[in-house]
């Protein structure tokens, strides 16, 4: 069973169960800017309506480009969390190897941004971006 994340728009969050690469169950969710609030409810609704296990989980699949800087944020450390806490694999939606970074018995995957993100203004009116990984 794999769980797939979406949290790339800043209005909705889309969640989904596959069994052998085929959709079980997908879920679009409105979630204007409170993906953070309302991710994990989310898929644990998901799961009891399928009377699903978490620790039936084999592996997750988050969507880690496009989209805003805290949208996208949300859903891969979402993912890497769920995925570390049940000893699971964890894999990039658009899978290349830099996307992933193995350690001694886990791996995590990091979120591409396509560009730097608007952390507020300047007093002369220019953005203030930070950019841990661009």
Same mark, same amino acid.
């Given at each position: ?8 728009? *800043?209005?909705?969050?889309?969640? %989904? /169960? ?6 079980? +169950?997908? =879920?679009? /969710?409105? %979630? =204007?800017?409170?993906?953070?609030? &309302?991710?994990? *409810?989310?898929?644990? =609704? ?9 620790? @039936? ?6 969507? !880690?480009?496009g989209g805003s800087f805290? @949208? /996208? ?7 890497? %969390?769920?995925? #570390?806490?049940?000893?699971? *694999? +964890?894999?990039?939606? $658009? %899978?290349?190897? =830099? !996307?992933? &970074?193995?350690?001694? @018995? #886990? $791996?995590?995957?990091?979120?591409? #941004? ?7 203004? @300047? &007093? &002369? ?7 841990? $990984?661009?």
């Amino acid at each position: 069973m794999t769980l797939y994340i979406n949290t790339t728009s *800043p209005d909705e969050i889309i969640i %989904a /169960l596959q069994v052998k690469g085929e959709k079980l +169950v997908q =879920r679009r /969710l409105p %979630a =204007r800017r409170t993906q953070a609030e &309302k991710l994990l *409810p989310a898929i644990d =609704r998901l799961l009891k309506t399928k009377r699903i296990a978490l620790r @039936s989980l084999k592996k997750i699949v988050v969507a !880690n480009q496009g989209g805003s800087f805290t @949208s /996208l944020r949300i859903g891969v450390i979402t993912a890497n %969390a769920l995925a #570390y806490a049940l000893k699971i *694999p +964890v894999e990039a939606e $658009s %899978a290349t190897t =830099r !996307n992933i &970074k193995k350690f001694q @018995s #886990y $791996s995590l995957v990091e979120p591409l #941004y396509d560009r730097a993100p608007t952390i507020g203004t @300047s &007093k &002369k009116g220019e953005i203030i971006g930070l950019c841990i $990984s661009c």
